[in-house]
């Protein structure tokens, strides 16, 4: 079902290639939003949030190749998780130390990505062990979630996260060390 936020938009060439775009990535996208804000509905308001921001730049999206259309989605959704977390941490002052956590963490992880392309992210996955690089492929390019991936490899999605961890930190070293060789 797509989001009423569609329902602001003229029907016409801008909204069918939103609508594609959310079609495509929206579980990867609300994936995204609940890892920062672990809640439901707070999550899906932050897709929708993330998807006004991006009606304004359509014109911008048409130039990206999917790949880059997909990472774009994703920054977006997080960045407006990341908005609504601030926004909740001044009603409820508990939350700050998660959003101070997933903000690091967050600007870290989209400033690889803006610099290392997706190309030298792909190679940089096939240099990870065995295990890691299936994980991370099943996570990230075919957007399984936990369960699917524990499905398929045989582990617990406690094992999954674990790994996924371990992965997102050696890929994070193996680019870092790539940029400080150029």
């Known amino acids: 079902m797509l989001p009423l936020v569609f329902l602001t938009m003229e029907p ?6 939103l609508e594609q775009a959310y079609l495509d990535y929206h579980r990867l996208m609300y994936a995204q939003a609940l890892r920062v804000l672990r809640d439901d509905a707070a999550a899906e308001d932050a ?3 993330a998807l006004l921001s991006l009606m304004k730049k359509i014109s911008l999206l048409r130039t990206f190749d999917r790949n880059k259309l997909r990472a774009y989605c994703v920054i977006t ?3 407006a998780a990341i908005s609504a977390l601030r926004r909740r941490q001044k009603e409820h002052p508990a939350a700050e ?3 101070s956590d997933t903000a690091d963490e967050g600007r870290v992880e989209d ?3 803006e610099r290392a392309g997706v190309e030298r992210i792909k190679e940089a996955i096939r240099r990870l062990p065995e295990q890691e690089m ?3 492929v099943m996570r990230y390019f075919r957007e ?3 369960g699917e991936i524990a ?5 617990q999605p406690v094992s999954v996260r674990v790994h996924l961890s371990r992965a997102r930190k050696r890929l994070r070293e193996i680019l870092s060390g790539e940029e400080a060789q150029l």
Do not use: W
């Open 111 to 113: 400033g690889l990505m």
């Open 134 to 136: 299936r994980i991370m």
């Open 144 to 146: 399984m979630t936990d």
């Open 97 to 99: 130390d998660r959003l």
């Open 77 to 79: 959704v997080k960045h």
């Open 12 to 17: 016409g060439d801008d909204r069918a290639f």
């Open 151 to 155: 499905q398929e490899t045989g582990l």
């Open 47 to 49: 897709v929708s949030d």
